[in-house]
């Protein structure tokens, strides 16, 4: 799938955001170019989000995924719920959910 090797290659090579808490902190002050949520977190983590996204005009993708395929797909061997890519590096993400 083109939109799992786009996350991959902006983990790899862009500056990413993983985890619930910082991905609210980077939506508060406005960092980032689009947030991507998986399937099945967490409704509070999920309303706030949305609702700090909106204020900071930053979209958000729901990643058909569960959070343990997000983070597997990130490389990383835990749960990834919540990242913000705010540098895609070499990863065209941006123009696939463009």
């Not at 993708?61 to 061997?77: D, F, M, N, Q």
Request: hydrophobic share 35%; net charge negative.
């Amino acid at each position: 799938m083109d939109l799992d090797r786009g996350i991959r290659v902006a983990v790899d090579t862009g500056n990413v955001t993983l985890g619930s808490d910082k991905s609210v902190q980077g939506l508060k002050l406005g960092k980032g170019k689009i947030v991507i949520i998986s399937q099945n977190c967490p409704d509070d983590i999920r309303e706030d989000v949305v609702y700090y996204s909106k204020l900071s005009n930053i979209p958000v993708h729901v990643y058909e995924g569960t959070s343990l395929e997000l983070g597997s797909v990130c490389g990383k061997p835990f749960t990834v719920a919540t990242l913000i890519i705010k540098d895609p590096g070499d990863s065209n993400i941006l123009e696939i959910m463009g």
